[in-house]
């Protein structure tokens, strides 16, 4: 019996995704702020960005202690946390700076781990706060209880892409991602696509 070996780089065995992913040039710099929970979960989305994405930046949350880098970028006055509150600003806002200079920090999590994140660490909490209007529903349904609104990181990131920079370029990330979450559910099924 022939048992087929799972790709080395994206785990899967029977659906690997690794030749559509494609080769995303953007000006914006990202930081993804992964909750420790979230590095052994195979439903990340947040581990697909760092495969497309040209600058995006991975830090492990830790509760007392701030990541070292974020707490030292060189404009503490542009980095922003894209997280939806009550005095969160659109992210269209930043339109009006270069967005080269926006560093975007994105909570790597589920949304009950993300507000926890936030709640327990006074240096992001006090980091401006900007949210995205979400252009389409999600289609993220690999996880349980998930909010009608809520986006995945994969998507969220997608949708700053679009307000920020380029449209065409969300388009090819969120095609993208549709064949991605049909490998995915293949590959959880056991099931070639």
């Given at each position: 019996?022939?048992?087929?070996?799972?790709?080395?780089?994206?785990?899967?065995?029977?659906?690997?995704?690794?030749?559509?992913?494609?080769?995303?040039?953007?000006?914006?710099?990202?930081?993804?702020?992964?909750?420790?929970?979230?590095?052994?979960?195979?439903?990340?989305?947040?581990?697909?960005?760092?495969?497309?994405?040209?600058?995006?930046?991975?830090?492990?949350?830790?509760?007392?202690?701030?990541?070292?880098?974020?707490?030292?970028?060189?404009?503490?006055?542009?980095?922003?946390?894209?997280?939806?509150?009550?005095?969160?600003?659109?992210?269209?806002?930043?339109?009006?700076?270069?967005?080269?200079?926006?560093?975007?920090?994105?909570?790597?999590?589920?949304?009950?781990?993300?507000?926890?994140?936030?709640?327990?660490?006074?240096?992001?909490?006090?980091?401006?706060?900007?949210?995205?209007?979400?252009?389409?529903?999600?289609?993220?349904?690999?996880?349980r209880n998930q909010q009608a609104g809520n986006?995945?990181?994969?998507?969220?990131v997608s949708e700053v892409i679009a307000v920020?920079?380029?449209?065409?370029?969300?388009?090819?990330?969120?095609?993208?991602?549709?064949?991605?979450?049909?490998?995915?559910?293949?590959?959880?099924?056991?099931?070639?696509?």
């Open positions: 019996m022939k048992t087929e070996m799972a790709c080395r780089k994206c785990g899967f065995q029977y659906n690997c995704y690794c030749d559509a992913i494609p080769s995303i040039t953007s000006q914006l710099n990202f930081t993804l702020l992964t909750h420790p929970n979230e590095r052994s979960r195979a439903t990340n989305t947040g581990a697909i960005l760092t495969r497309l994405l040209s600058n995006v930046d991975v830090e492990l949350w830790a509760r007392q202690i701030p990541s070292e880098k974020l707490v030292t970028l060189p404009s503490p006055q542009q980095a922003v946390v894209l997280y939806p509150s009550d005095n969160s600003t659109e992210i269209s806002t930043l339109c009006d700076q270069d967005v080269s200079q926006a560093h975007i920090i994105v909570l790597d999590a589920t949304w009950q781990e993300a507000k926890k994140m936030l709640l327990r660490s006074p240096w992001l909490n006090a980091l401006p706060k900007v949210h995205v209007a979400a252009s389409q529903t999600s289609q993220y349904q690999l996880r986006l995945c990181t994969f998507e969220v920020l920079e380029s449209q065409q370029t969300a388009l090819r990330m969120q095609e993208f991602f549709a064949h991605y979450l049909a490998n995915f559910q293949a590959e959880r099924s056991g099931h070639q696509r």
